[in-house]
């Protein structure tokens, strides 16, 4: 069915375009708004706390430090962790002489159709961020079979671990420098806050289906 | 606009079909103005109407036969001075689009640059300075849509209010909201019409002004026609004959 | 797109007019809306930029559609990303009931799609056993309460705080009843989780298909389209065939145009990509993404140079929350899926003039659409363009149903005013008796509705034809 249906839609399409050739102006691209690197991290910092995102900067020595803090504030049980990762190893490492009583760490290291029910029962997934944009104050999250997707989307608190070395100006930007049309992954997502609607008289409610919170710790060297 | 022609000697006049028939003092008023700042109004008499309501009703081959004789009575370069800016916006931007297929169409081109609302020619190549006489009033003003989109001749026509020393202008709550009027549209969809003229009129009121001042008749025959039925004490009055009781302490020259 | 009932616009425009709970909740909306927009455009030159490139940027997508949409599913079937065809809404409907069947499936989870509004996809499937779940909180809203998008943006905007709490508490079982819009956000959030959890198959739309990289760009805020289209083991993606661009590279402006103008921020809380299935080794993600392109009279516009420009549009909506007519009615009364500006120039090119040629005459011609479209569709023009088909004999029209408001009163009163307006000396004359006479306008036809609301015009006693001669102006 599909297969007639596709003929005949091009048909149509092919005959307009022979009837119409308008020459199309080239419109020159924007020119792209560049920041030095303290102006990247603040206007990013800047842009994701006004979307309700919780922004430390640390040290690249002692994050891990800052997320026990933030997971013991939230009484945080059980953090989903890709194990696979740089941050995934960091993790397990510092968490085995770990003192008190630390959430627990669950990796995500089977296919969901095995770990579903555990994915959406943590309370807090960890995910790296792969870059991120200063002009639009967002995360780039690239997922991979290392880490997978539904760790930033299922558990009501995502905490985002991102090198300040990898905040980029804007996403044109981004696109251009790590020639992203020759390795498009599965999936990228672009992440400024946490989840939230105005679809109830335009009045703004957070954690709607997506985290109710987003953390993220700037790691500057 | 980009560029106005340095003050001309002679210039047309393009008077608009309610001017002629309902507001012909607004119209005169215009004329006056320009003559008060040296410049030769030339009328031609057989001037009738610009064709919108016909081109914006679905009706292009009427309102073309109609705009074509406008053009032939303007044939010298002179500037074209409409006191609408519904209409000069149909001269100046929507004859090109209406001739689009016509042979002539560069003429008709040259022709729709040589227009020019009142108040954007009397700001930018008259450069008038007015001296209010008036005893202080409170006004507020209300563009059409196509003088505020189009023409963009809305702070040409205000600023015109600011020199007027001892009128207090005080703006709209929602100033560029479109009035209701669209020609035909008043009539089509009389009841949406009214809801929003009956909100404009809610607006004036709440603004206190004494007389509601606009460039545009059609919008005038609007909302003053909306603010009579509704016995509402505001009055309304088209820019140009404002303007000129206020810097010759009297009414218009009708 | 079969339609439903016949349009009694009339009806529809007198019961929105006389509901003034509706109109509040609207206008209310639009306000925040409209000033949003204005604020994150606040650059008056930069936006103007903006909107030129994204024009150009559609229109050069427009100009090798073809080439874009073989170069699109060339690229996703390399990727993994099952392409189909629908001439119609009701293919697209059978395609997806395939799709489900074929996993057994009769659970569907959806993202918003306004095309699965246009095919009236639930509908359907409802009645092939198939639960298809909305979850965007907007559209999950009006689904409880039986009703289409009043919006393209924020579909239950035409509902407060007390008519939401009461759909939440007659509809979703063990929901307290509450107005605190947190709560009943909550309660969204948990009655939607399970469904989530649980469905066979996600459904999304796709705002940007990305012919470069076989890309599928999607924008939210809430949360729930990532789910949809991560969670279930089946991924549907539904698009109008006008939604495909050039090049990745594309996608920012575009982005920021249609972001900015929809909801006034300057990047959703999500933006995501997606360019095929799950890969080897991945752990997540839907095993078989199927993208449903869709026709549905697309082509038809396509074909006429002039009209093509209404599908460059983006889905944003801003010319909905600007616009006079919009704002007083509300999107029920247009009575198909698209309301407001873009549902005038539309509707009429998809449905055929008969059927809904009347949306043409709901507007002033205002001008207030065209002045904010991110992509800058000459709306007011092609509303005309509709206006002149609707009257017209010629055979050179190209809307279906052309001519269907010819009427002799119509026809001959423009056709009097021509020769009035060409004649002058009969104007003037016509004008002389008038007025002499005294002569109050009759309260017919045109004139009985104007004074419905208004005092009936008055001719002046003297033209200003009149004046001018007597006042010794020139001519020449």
Redo the contacts between chains.
């Keep these: 069915m599909s297969e007639g249906s596709r003929h005949r839609i091009f048909s149509k399409l092919h005959a307009a375009t022979r009837q119409t050739t308008a020459p199309v102006s080239q419109s020159p691209g924007l020119p792209i708004k560049t920041y030095s690197q303290k102006e990247k991290i603040e206007k990013l910092k800047t842009l994701m706390e006004a979307m309700r995102t919780e922004v430390h900067i640390t040290g690249a020595e002692n994050w891990i430090d800052t997320v026990e803090d933030v997971l013991k504030i939230r009484e945080v049980k059980r953090l989903l962790y890709a194990p696979r990762t740089e941050i995934g190893k960091m993790l397990e490492h510092q968490w085995e002489g770990a003192a008190g009583d630390p959430p627990q760490l669950i990796p995500y290291k089977k296919d969901v159709e095995q770990m579903k029910e555990m994915v959406f029962n943590v309370d807090a997934g960890i995910t790296s961020a792969a870059g991120a944009i200063a002009e639009t104050g967002a995360l780039i999250l690239w997922p991979s079979d290392k880490e997978p997707r539904l760790m930033s989307i299922v558990p009501p608190l995502h905490i985002a671990i991102l090198k300040a070395d990898t905040i980029h100006n804007s996403l044109s930007e981004v696109m251009q420098k790590e020639n992203w049309p020759a390795n498009m992954p599965t999936n990228v997502v672009l992440v400024s806050g946490p989840s939230k609607t105005a679809d109830i008289e335009m009045t703004l409610a957070f954690g709607v289906h997506g985290p109710k919170e987003l953390i993220v710790l700037i790691l500057e060297d | 606009m980009d560029q106005y022609p340095e003050k001309p000697q002679k210039v047309y006049?393009f008077?608009t079909?309610l001017?002629?028939?309902?507001?012909?003092?607004a119209?005169?008023a215009g004329?006056k103005l320009l003559q008060q700042e040296g410049v030769?109004?030339?009328?031609?008499?057989?001037?009738?109407?610009c064709?919108q309501?016909?081109?914006?009703?679905?009706?292009?081959d009427?309102a073309r036969?109609?705009a074509a004789?406008q053009i032939e009575l303007f044939p010298?370069k002179y500037p074209i001075v409409v006191p609408s800016g519904s209409c000069a916006g149909m001269m100046r931007h929507h004859y090109p689009?209406l001739f689009a297929d016509d042979p002539n169409i560069d003429y008709i081109k040259k022709f729709s640059e040589r227009i020019f609302e009142l108040s954007e020619f009397l700001v930018h190549v008259l450069n008038i300075k007015l001296q209010d006489c008036g005893d202080p009033i409170k006004v507020t003003w209300h563009s059409s849509?196509?003088a505020l989109?189009?023409m963009r001749t809305t702070e040409d026509s205000k600023s015109l209010i600011r020199q007027l020393k001892n009128v207090d202008l005080i703006e709209l709550q929602h100033e560029?909201?479109?009035c209701?009027?669209?020609?035909?549209?008043?009539?089509?969809?009389?009841?949406?019409?009214?809801?929003?003229?009956?909100d404009k009129t809610d607006d004036i009121r709440q603004t206190g002004a004494a007389r509601l001042i606009t460039g545009d008749c059609g919008c005038l025959?609007?909302i003053s026609?909306?603010m009579?039925?509704d016995n509402i004490r505001t009055g309304g009055q088209h820019l140009a004959e404002f303007i000129w009781e206020r810097i010759n302490d009297k009414p218009s020259?009708? | 797109m079969t339609n439903h009932h016949p349009l009694d616009f009339d009806k529809n425009v007198s019961r929105a007019l006389n509901d003034a709970q509706l109109i509040k909740n609207i206008k209310s909306a639009m306000a925040t809306l409209v000033f949003k927009r204005k604020t994150i455009f606040s650059d008056a030159a930069e936006t103007e930029q903006l909107r030129t490139l994204g024009n150009a940027l559609k229109k050069k997508a427009l100009s090798k559609l073809p080439q874009l949409l073989e170069q699109l599913e060339e690229k996703c079937t390399q990727n993994g990303i099952q392409v189909h065809w629908a001439e119609t809404a009701a293919e697209a409907n059978q395609l997806v009931l395939d799709i489900m069947k074929s996993h057994g499936a009769t659970r569907l989870v959806k993202g918003k799609s306004m095309v699965s509004e246009e095919m009236e996809l639930n509908a359907f499937l409802q009645k092939h056993g198939i639960e298809a779940l909305e979850t965007d909180l907007g559209e999950f809203i009006i689904q409880l309460n039986n009703e289409t998008p009043a919006h393209i943006i924020v579909p239950a905007i035409h509902k407060n705080k007390d008519q939401i709490s009461k759909i939440f508490h007659d509809n979703i079982a063990d929901a307290p009843y509450t107005e605190d819009v947190a709560e009943l956000t909550a309660i969204a959030r948990k009655t939607l989780r399970q469904k989530f959890y649980q469905a066979d198959v996600g459904l999304s739309g796709v705002n940007f298909a990305v012919a470069e990289t076989g890309t599928l760009c999607l924008v939210e805020n809430e949360g729930n389209g990532r789910l949809c289209t991560t969670v279930p083991k089946v991924h549907i993606a539904l698009m109008g065939l006008e939604k495909v661009i050039e090049k990745l590279a594309d996608l920012p402006p575009l982005l920021r145009l249609l972001i900015g103008s929809a909801t006034g921020q300057i990047i959703t809380t999500y933006v995501n990509m997606i360019t095929s299935a799950r890969r080897e080794g991945e752990k997540d993600g839907p095993k078989e993404v199927h993208l449903i392109i869709l026709d549905n009279g697309r082509s038809k516009i396509f074909a006429d140079p002039r009209r093509r420009q209404t599908l460059q549009c983006i889905r944003c909506g801003t010319c909905l929350s600007h616009c006079p007519v919009y704002n007083r009615i509300g999107g029920h009364a247009y009575g198909y899926i698209y309301p407001g500006p873009i549902g005038k120039i539309l509707n009429p090119q998809v449905e055929g003039l008969k059927a809904a040629g009347v949306l043409a005459s709901a507007s002033s011609l205002c001008n207030a659409c065209e002045e904010v479209c991110p992509v800058k569709i000459q709306i007011p023009d092609l509303i005309r363009r509709i206006r002149n088909e609707s009257y017209s004999k010629d055979p050179n029209c190209t809307i279906e149903g052309y001519g269907y408001k010819r009427n002799l009163v119509e026809i001959l009163t423009w056709k009097v005013w021509e020769k009035i307006n060409t004649h002058p000396l009969i104007n003037a004359a016509g004008l002389k008796i008038l007025s002499i006479l005294g002569i109050k306008l009759p309260k017919i036809g045109p004139l009985k509705y104007w004074t419905r609301y208004r005092i009936t015009p008055e001719l002046s006693k003297k033209s200003l034809h009149e004046l001018v001669k007597q006042h010794g102006v020139d001519h020449e």
């Design positions: 006049y008077g079909c001017v002629d028939m309902i507001y012909p003092e119209g005169m004329i030769k109004v030339i009328f031609p008499p057989d001037q009738t109407c064709g309501p016909a081109y914006n009703s679905g009706f292009p009427e036969a109609v004789k010298e689009k849509c196509h989109r189009e560029n909201e479109c209701g009027f669209g020609g035909t549209f008043a009539v089509k969809q009389p009841a949406i019409s009214a809801a929003m003229v009956k025959m609007n026609g909306a009579q039925h020259p009708a």
